[in-house]
């Protein structure tokens, strides 16, 4: 095979057109009678949101990439480019895709995009499975040793020592052990572990094999969600052909280590993703969590030790192993070692899966990768750090570093690393009202304070983006989410008030305009807008007009527009289409 | 689809070994097949794994996947994570309402459409997210969903 066609098509990629522009390129390359000299790749997502993109790797060339395809466009890129070497310059990625990838450190997310997920050959010609071959090398102690000196911390959200873990695991006395990868991803927002999952499977696996080898487990689970068909298919796929290939079942490449994998599929609950709610679930029950100690390195799954890791920690297991203890800690801070991966979207310019060493400051990230904010006209107004557990950060704080204990410490948390940046337009008392909207409908209901206290919460952001606010709603926000955080059950509980805390510390203002004023700044909170069009500002450009489902606005060349509130089903899309802000 | 009790306990019957474990990954086999769970399969289930039924309901309406009545013929999820919020899903979700004269998790008289609210659908960046059936619908505005309902009701998808 002398060339090469690399085609992104994971859940975003697919979405976009990913396969109709395969199928044409099939078609063309036949047509064109070079279908036997070219290879076409089926990746998972590289991590940048631009519609299909697509590799052409040429011997003469090298790799030239595109983007934003369309079926209409591959006869020309096979015409120009694979027939006469002449790339099309205009379908060439810009400057954005460059800078996006720039600023990057890309450990876990080395392969995404990279190679075929389905194909076990492609995993194995870039080092796969040769960190697992090394490992039955050494003595599972060893093995926990390594792990420990890399000084590498829990992905999931926690940031808890994987070593430690598996130690504390391989330490405890049990009939059997498991091992449990958490791809239970439910935090709105974050979408790195299904990325890892479709683009690059064998990587989780081979991670999980190294795990069970250290502990002493011959038996495995990924509990991932079911939301996730794609990533669902390939991990089947993937642990399908590893069987084949002798890196799962019994006497793993001639060794002692029998090892396999089920897969497990979660039922839409978000408090599954926590470890002991996640183990209710594999066995059967309601999701439901229960107190900590014991813990489930000691007493996990059926009562016995079990190690939860998720599934981007078990993604650089294997490079840990390959490159050594010392070379994964030389990346990062102090105390955070390594790289993570955010899912960076919201008004940002781009959007997408950014993997950048610990110690990068969020300014660093949203400016250089991020490529700043999407509409340079409204300007930033606050980050959100760490989805429902999270909070929000505002524009001062933006030099903080990444890594646990400083961002834990500005008052949001690493979580999986959902990072959604807001601009002038958000309100950030509907931000808060949305995530607790999504904990209170997530929240399971065993314990009191996360069931009841965290919908009195709600009732009160109601009512303030309702224009109902009271003065003493204020306090009121303060003491519950404070009496929740410290006596809830779960992880879920203890951080649900953390959206609305962060807001009250760092935007208090625009509560008390919502409150005292009844006014929403940025324009959200629909029952605070009379749907009236300012004159002051209104420039007569018809934009509105132009948007509205519903035909309510009345507009003709050079002349005011006019909102018909008989008809107006106040759906806010005039709002949005206006850039001067003339609909009050 | 007619539910039969022998194509349910078929379905039971793949699942041997970890009877207790076994609960969802045979609810969610049997409502791959029927759209929904279906009453009948509950006492069923109940007798072979000798799980009360009480138990079964129990996980059946903890977990938001799953449905104890059928669905309309297509089903229109609006992504309502982060990414989504912020561009706009919320307004989306309210205007489907609105057109549909439903309320989320509801289905239309004439049975064609299901409105659900879906959690996080991993597209963040493509926000905001509509998926109806299998298909996703990226960088939705309100007037293309409009175009949409009105494309899947004249059967031109």
Not at chain 1, 126 to 154: C, F, N, T, W
Not at chain 1, 509 to 534: G, M, P, Q, W
Not at chain 2, 27 to 40: H, N, T, W
Request: aromatic residues 8%; hydrophobic residues 40%; contains cysteine.
């Amino acid at each position: 095979m002398e060339i090469k066609i690399l085609i992104c098509m994971g859940t975003s990629g697919i979405s976009a057109g990913a396969e109709k522009v395969e199928s044409v390129f099939r078609k063309q390359l036949k047509l064109q009678k070079l279908i036997d000299k070219c290879q076409i790749v089926k990746t998972g997502d590289r991590g940048l949101f631009r519609d299909v993109l697509v590799d052409v790797i040429t011997p003469e060339l090298g790799r030239i990439i595109y983007e934003y395809i369309k079926p209409v466009n591959v006869p020309e890129i096979v015409q120009k480019h694979i027939l006469h070497g002449r790339p099309v310059q205009k379908l060439q990625a810009g400057k954005d895709y460059e800078q996006f990838f720039a600023g990057q450190n890309r450990i876990v997310l080395s392969n995404c995009g990279q190679i075929d997920p389905e194909n076990i050959d492609d995993y194995i010609a870039g080092d796969g499975y040769k960190a697992l071959k090394d490992v039955l090398a050494l003595a599972p102690e060893q093995v926990v040793e390594e792990i420990k000196e890399s000084g590498l911390r829990g992905r999931g959200g926690a940031g808890f020592s994987t070593g430690l873990k598996w130690e504390l695991c391989r330490n405890a006395q049990g009939r059997e052990k498991y091992i449990v990868c958490n791809a239970d991803e439910g935090d709105p927002g974050a979408f790195m572990d299904r990325s890892v999952l479709e683009g690059d499977p064998h990587s989780v696996i081979e991670g999980m094999i190294i795990a069970g080898y250290a502990v002493g487990a011959c038996k495995a689970y990924i509990y991932c969600r079911a939301e996730y068909p794609l990533a669902l298919e390939r991990l089947k796929k993937a642990i399908a052909q590893a069987r084949k290939r002798a890196f799962l079942g019994e006497h793993i490449l001639d060794s002692n280590l029998s090892f396999d994998i089920e897969i497990k599929q979660g039922a839409g609950a978000f408090v599954c993703g926590e470890e002991t709610a996640l183990i209710a679930s594999i066995e059967g029950h309601r999701g439901i969590p229960r107190p900590r100690p014991p813990f489930p390195t000691r007493h996990g799954l059926w009562c016995e030790p079990t190690v939860i890791n998720n599934v981007e920690t078990l993604a650089n297991i294997r490079h840990i192993i390959l490159k050594g203890a010392e070379w994964f800690s030389s990346v990062g801070t102090d105390t955070s070692k390594g790289t993570k991966v955010f899912a960076l979207a919201g008004k940002v310019r781009n959007t997408g899966l950014v993997e950048v060493p610990m110690g990068t400051t969020i300014r660093e990230l949203i400016y250089g990768p991020g490529g700043g904010m999407a509409n340079k006209k409204i300007g930033f107004k606050s980050v959100q750090l760490g989805g429902p557990s999270g909070g929000c950060i505002p524009e001062r704080l933006l030099d903080t570093p990444i890594d646990y204990e400083s961002i834990n410490k500005a008052g949001a948390i690493m979580g999986s690393g959902g990072m959604i940046v807001m601009d002038q337009r958000t309100c950030m008392v509907d931000i808060a009202k949305f995530f607790l909207d999504f904990t209170v409908e997530e929240s399971c209901g065993k314990c009191v304070p996360c069931r009841i206290g965290l919908k009195r919460m709600l009732e009160v952001l109601e009512e303030i983006t309702e224009g109902a606010g009271l003065q003493e709603h204020i306090t009121f926000l303060e003491e519950m989410g404070t009496a929740i955080k410290n006596t809830a059950l779960c992880g879920l509980g203890n951080t649900a008030p953390n959206p609305v805390l962060t807001t009250l510390k760092y935007f208090l203002d625009e509560y008390r305009a919502h409150i005292e004023n009844k006014v929403c700044l940025s324009r959200v909170c629909t029952k605070l807008i009379k749907f009236e069009v300012d004159k002051d500002r209104c420039v007569k450009c018809g934009q509105c007009y132009n948007v509205c489902p519903v035909g309510a606005i009345d507009w003709n060349k050079k002349e005011y527009a006019k909102i018909n509130n008989a008809k107006c089903v106040k759906c806010k899309a005039c709002l949005n289409a206006c850039e001067f802000m003339a609909i009050q | 689809m007619k539910v039969s009790l022998s194509k349910i306990k078929k379905i039971i019957h793949q699942y041997d070994s970890d009877r207790r474990g076994a609960l969802l990954p045979l609810l969610q086999d049997i409502q791959a097949v029927y759209g929904y769970v279906p009453k009948e399969s509950v006492n069923l289930i109940s007798k072979e794994l000798s799980i009360y039924p009480v138990e079964i309901y129990g996980v059946l309406t903890f977990y938001t996947q799953f449905r104890l009545i059928p669905r309309g013929k297509h089903i229109i999820k609006v992504c309502h994570g982060t990414a989504c919020h912020v561009m706009g899903g919320k307004d989306i979700l309210d205007y489907l309402m609105k057109s549909l004269e439903i309320s989320e998790g509801k289905t239309t008289s004439d049975g064609m459409f299901t409105l659900e609210r879906a959690a996080c659908l991993g597209c963040c960046g493509m926000a905001p997210v509509v998926v109806v059936d299998d298909n996703f619908y990226s960088r939705c505005t309100i007037r293309q969903v409009g175009k949409l309902l009105h494309k899947y009701r004249s059967k031109k998808v």
